[in-house]
């Protein structure tokens, strides 16, 4: 059976609910869960529950605090033992979108994630890729270095290969390509450049080919 998705719903959601349906009440932790993406997340998947993870409050409110079942505090730049706060064996899926980057140790980050999906369940993480040390300058980060709390270019192949060694099978990976929102960039950039004066580099992530992913999946039985 085919699952219909929207084509506006946000890209790190757009694989679980084809993988696991959009009305089904799915687990999901997010890493990283700031500019509103409780209610989002809710939004489009409203039977899930949403548990956030961040090293602060950021760009949250209310409304936000109470689409999340919990809320984990935690820092994962410093003692990774603060990670035991967030149970194991628990969640049906893992969304880690344009965090690692702000890592210096995101490989040992998401080596320790895994093991908070349970059998079956699947991790997408999202991240700049080496293409965007190349790109121009613009507002809302299009090249690299435009945002200075970015510290470390990972590539595919390693972030795939701490999935690979703790169990996981790799399903897809490579350059995030949006295909109904690459359709739409020359709309949306046009409507940012009249309502703002100037785009927002996400409007052109996916036709630059800014970001990168890999999507994993727990293999039953670990």
């Not at 694989?15 to 009305?23: M, T, Y």
């Not at 689409?67 to 194991?88: C, H, I, K, N, T």
């Not at 290969?161 to 399903?171: G, S």
Request: charged fraction near 20%; glycine fraction near 6%.
């Amino acid at each position: 059976m085919i699952t219909l998705i929207h084509p506006l719903m946000p890209h790190r959601l757009k694989r679980f609910a084809r993988d696991f349906g959009a009305d089904n009440p799915l687990r999901i932790l997010d890493i990283g869960c700031g500019n509103h993406s409780a209610t989002r997340t809710k939004r489009w998947l409203p039977k899930s529950q949403y548990y956030g993870l961040d090293q602060q409050i950021y760009n949250n409110d209310d409304a936000d605090f109470e689409a999340m079942e919990q809320f984990y505090r935690v820092d994962l730049s410093g003692d990774l033992s603060q990670l035991q706060l967030v149970p194991d064996n628990s969640f049906d899926a893992i969304v880690m979108a344009h965090v690692v980057e702000h890592l210096p140790n995101g490989l040992d980050v998401i080596a320790v994630l895994v093991k908070k999906l349970c059998s079956g369940g699947r991790f997408y993480i999202e991240f700049p890729g080496q293409r965007s040390l190349g790109l121009p300058s613009m507002r809302g980060t299009l090249n690299f270095c435009d945002d200075p709390t970015h510290i470390h270019v990972y590539q595919i192949s390693e972030i795939a290969n701490i999935f690979l060694a703790n169990n996981c099978k790799v399903l897809s990976a490579g350059t995030r390509r949006d295909w109904p929102r690459l359709a739409l960039t020359p709309l949306n950039f046009l409507y940012q450049w009249f309502r703002d004066g100037s785009p927002s580099a996400v409007t052109l992530w996916d036709i630059s080919g800014f970001a990168e992913y890999v999507y994993a999946e727990r293999r039953t039985g670990d």
